[in-house]
């Protein structure tokens, strides 16, 4: 199991991302979002990250990807955030690169064995409590909406500082 590392470390790393990009405009930070087939959470936790970041002001790129990426985006998931005024964020689910892995800034795996793969461990971030949104939408949507606000307000307070 890979060596965990506190949120505020992670925050860190994103927030000198963050800060860097103030003086490289070329280089905005990525949050890279993976879950298993990169048609469910990671499309959910994707789509309300890149909302709030947007409607808080932060410069991020968001990504979403999968370990082994569904040929479509699951219905259920697409249906459900148009019904709640989201853009679905992926057309197709992709897999997942190593360098996805070394340029992003920040990476939350939701459920991902990433044990084989190269992911600087001040980078990850693990949300593997997520319920599959198949088993309970309900419960899934609660959990990466808290995981994201969370993070969005950590980012946030960094920032001001």
Not at 45 to 60: C, D, H, I, P, T
Not at 70 to 91: C, F, M, Q, W
Not at 107 to 121: F, N, T
């Amino acid at each position: 199991m890979p060596r965990m590392i506190p949120l505020c470390t992670a925050v860190l790393v994103l927030f000198s991302a963050l800060a860097a990009s103030q003086t490289k405009p070329d280089k905005t930070p990525t949050v890279l979002f993976l879950c298993p087939h990169g048609a469910a959470k990671s499309v959910l936790a994707s789509a309300y990250f890149q909302q709030m970041a947007k409607e808080r002001g932060l410069n991020v790129r968001v990504d979403a990807a999968g370990t082994e990426p569904d040929e479509s985006v699951s219905p259920l998931i697409a249906e459900h955030l148009r019904r709640n005024g989201y853009t679905v964020p992926v057309k197709k689910p992709r897999a997942v690169t190593d360098d996805d892995l070394a340029s992003a800034d920040l990476v939350i795996s939701l459920g991902c064995d990433l044990s084989k793969r190269p992911v600087a461990p001040d980078k990850l971030r693990r949300w593997d409590e997520v319920p599959g949104p198949s088993e309970d939408l309900n419960a899934a949507d609660e959990a990466i909406r808290r995981r994201v606000v969370a993070l969005i307000d950590e980012l946030m307070a960094r920032k001001k500082k």
